[in-house]
């Protein structure tokens, strides 16, 4: 009997504390950073449209959400797909887009202005890739055309990774304009194919600094 009156007060206290400090934010980010690839370092983009942070208690927060990471890009020279009999060449340029669909866990210090949020996770990231033509018109320039039949296409043997971030938030009324900082990397390397043939590989992994604004619902 005693046993099963200190499961319900921890129940009923457990529920209190949840009461007081849970909380829902909805927001996004977007920002650059390098990208580290077997082909050297480039700088790339992201954009995270949507994210959502669940204040399971004043200390620990849970993270998801959904964002697209672009680069690096890969060029080859092939003959020309549209007519390979003519004997001319063409170089094709394929731009990688990750999906990344984070599950993350946080620690917070929330001090009623600042925000601050440390934590980790994984991640699952399909790949897409696109598939541009570059031609020289008559002035000798190089333009990029968009190319009807994606030549491009990728593998990704396990598409997860792991995920490492930092956040620094101002209270903006019920919502944080905050500054997040963000490491990526995949557990498996992506390869590159042109038309089915292996072309390359590389072990993809960025560093990224973000701003973005995220909106507090239900707050007690």
Do not use: C
Request: aromatic share 14%.
């Amino acid at each position: 009997m005693k046993n099963r009156m200190l499961v319900i007060i921890l129940f009923l206290t457990a529920g209190s504390v949840f009461a007081q400090t849970s909380q829902f934010y909805i927001g996004g980010r977007a920002g650059m950073g390098p990208i580290f690839g077997s082909d050297g370092v480039i700088l790339g983009g992201n954009l995270n449209p949507i994210q959502i942070d669940w204040q399971v208690s004043k200390f620990f927060a849970l993270g998801t959400g959904m964002g697209f990471y672009f680069g690096p890009e890969t060029k080859y020279t092939a003959l020309k797909q549209t007519d390979p009999n003519a004997g001319m060449f063409e170089t094709y340029s394929g731009m990688e887009t990750h999906m990344v669909f984070p599950l993350l866990g946080k620690a917070t210090l929330n001090s009623g202005i600042l925000l601050f949020e440390f934590g980790g996770g994984v991640y699952a990231a399909p790949v897409l890739m696109n598939t541009m033509v570059e031609r020289t018109n008559d002035n000798g320039y190089t333009v990029a055309e968009g190319y009807g039949k994606n030549l491009f296409s990728t593998e990704l043997k396990t598409p997860l990774g792991v995920i490492a971030s930092g956040i620094f938030g101002v209270k903006a009324g019920q919502g944080v304009i905050f500054l997040d900082i963000s490491y990526l990397r995949d557990f498996s390397e992506v390869i590159v194919k042109f038309n089915n043939e292996k072309i390359g590989n590389h072990l993809w992994s960025t560093f990224t600094v973000n701003i973005g604004y995220k909106h507090g619902f239900l707050s007690k």
